[in-house]
């Protein structure tokens, strides 16, 4: 145990369904002892993996925050092997106001990790993790969408982890979310990410890209819902009888990656952003993939943002008013048959 000022009224070892909160100190300008308050229940039931389900990392994701508010409320005790630990929001503040950072300290959530016992709220959320309940958890799944900046096709993804055993073992976790596509990625934006942290304990780490934008559909909550159901079955800490997609009548999930600077394409210049192909469609080197209109230039040519390389439109950019920097397209390719076979 960590000596964080971090409290919660949970006892994580004890057994049954729990609802508390974790109490964040912190201070503003109308309270000088505040405690931020983020909800967590958990249901314990024999022995069993331990998974963490969470979202709201960035607040302004919230399939996944429905999803884990619906399903703690649905799970029956009886249902769980081991125990689940929910947090449908861990970045309160930010999901209150729809924004991806904190609205507390300015800080994003997945670039703070491990954590910093003498930072602000943020760094202490993540400092708890870090220190009081990863440890604790075999798996952690970590609900995201693109955000209100990015529109994905929805889909699982994860990190291409060196060890293949433990490899394979977050493929098929990942393999489970029965998404179309299924996405390596890298870190083009930064250090502190929360997997990188869950990787470096060895524990199973499963994280989605379920849209983003502004709209949910009823498609996304479902592909959300159902996915995260059959990853819980698949981790053996829910009962059922875990589906592939052939169950489903689908074909198998593709595999693609973004793995080079190239394969994300950022604006040459603010404007107005309109994509002339939507995400999952294949698309060609030099194809036209949208343009960049000017409000205070309507006569000057619009600019063409054409794609770097062959590859699939996994996501791009989700608001129509662009700023100079902002990214537009992430283009993913096939991942080699050679590192298929490690997934096996
Ligand atoms: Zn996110």
């Known amino acids: 145990m960590s000596d964080s000022p971090v409290q919660t009224n949970i006892d994580f070892s004890k057994p049954g369904t729990q609802w508390g909160t974790l ?41 996944g925050q429905i999803a884990i508010m619906k399903l703690m409320k649905s799970l029956e005790q009886e249902q769980v092997t081991g125990r689940i630990i929910f947090i449908p929001a861990i970045n309160m503040p930010a999901a209150k106001a729809a924004t991806r950072l904190s609205p507390l300290d300015g800080k994003n959530l997945n670039r703070c990790f491990p954590g910093d016992i003498d930072g602000t709220a943020t760094d202490l959320m993540a400092h708890y993790l870090s220190n009081e309940i990863f440890p604790i958890a075999d798996a952690v799944i970590d609900l995201h969408t693109g955000g209100r900046g990015v529109y994905f096709y929805p889909c699982a993804h994860m990190h291409l982890v060196d060890d293949l055993e433990y490899r394979r073992r977050m493929a ?35 994280t989605t890209e379920m849209g983003g934008g502004e709209v949910t559909t009823a498609a996304v909550h479902r ?9 819980l ?11 592939s997609r052939v169950d489903l009548g689908l074909p198998p999930t593709r595999w693609v990656q973004a793995l080079d600077a190239e394969d994300y394409i950022f604006a040459p210049e603010s404007g107005l952003f309109e994509s002339f192909v939507d995400v999952g469609a294949e698309v060609s080197k030099d194809q036209p993939l949208g343009a960049l209109y000017f409000l205070e230039r309507p006569d000057r040519e619009s600019t063409i943002i054409h794609a770097n390389n062959d590859g699939i439109a996994i996501a791009h950019r989700g608001p129509t008013l662009t700023s100079q920097g902002d990214i537009l397209f992430c283009l993913a390719h096939n991942v080699e048959a050679e590192v298929l076979r490690t997934f096996e």
């Not at 000088?32 to 990392?57: C, F, H, R």
């Not at 998404?179 to 930064?190: C, E, I, K, P, S």
């Not at 698949?234 to 875990?242: A, Q, S, W, Y």
């Open 223 to 231: 592909t959300s819902q159902d996915g995260l159901k059959n990853v």
């Open 23 to 63: 109490d964040i100190p912190f201070s503003y300008n109308l309270s000088g002892w505040a405690k931020l308050k983020i909800p967590i229940s958990t249901i314990s039931n024999g022995e069993g993996p331990t998974v963490l389900l969470m979202a709201g990392n960035h607040g302004d994701e919230y399939p």
């Open 172 to 206: 098929k976790a990942a393999q489970a979310y029965n998404t179309d596509f299924t996405f390596l990625y890298a870190d083009v934006a930064g250090k502190g990410l929360l997997p990188v942290e869950v990787e470096s304990k060895g524990k199973t780490i499963v």
């Open 233 to 243: 079955i698949h981790l053996k800490v829910i009962e059922g009888e875990e589906k």
